[in-house]
Nanobody
């Protein structure tokens, strides 16, 4: 069974950092794109960072570019989201999602929820001011 499981959420003060992890199982990772999405209270879920697991091509949403870094550990089949200089508006449930295999660019996957095939349960990140 294809699965992705998130971990690493929590409470942090504004300006602080957190690292989220997404552990994948049940699929090969080859040619897959893994992404991080978030849903803030009262808002729609949005794609913020997506990465091609094979070659590291990455896409970032403008609001997180320069503060968040997505990376992949192919051997561990794990994707990380390093979040720095966190702001209260980053408060949300963060979801990991995956799809593939495909040659499409990571920005395609981050652009639409329907572009991802399977999802994790989410992990809550709360940034206090």
């Amino acid at each position: 069974e294809e699965r992705v499981v998130e971990s690493g959420g929590g409470l942090v003060q504004a300006g602080g950092s957190l690292r989220l992890s997404c552990a994948a199982s049940g699929f090969t990772f080859d040619g897959f794109t893994i992404g991080w999405f978030r849903q803030a209270p009262g808002k729609e879920r949005e794609g913020i960072a997506c990465i091609s697991a094979n070659d590291g091509r990455a896409y970032y949403r403008g609001s997180v570019k320069g503060r968040f870094t997505i990376s992949s550990d192919y051997g561990k089949k794990t994707i990380y989201l390093e979040m720095n200089n966190l702001k209260p508006e980053d408060t949300a449930v963060y979801y990991c999602a995956a799809d593939g295999p495909s040659l499409a660019d990571p920005n395609y996957y981050c652009a639409g929820l329907s572009h991802m095939d399977f999802w994790g349960e989410g992990t809550l990140v709360t940034v206090s001011s």
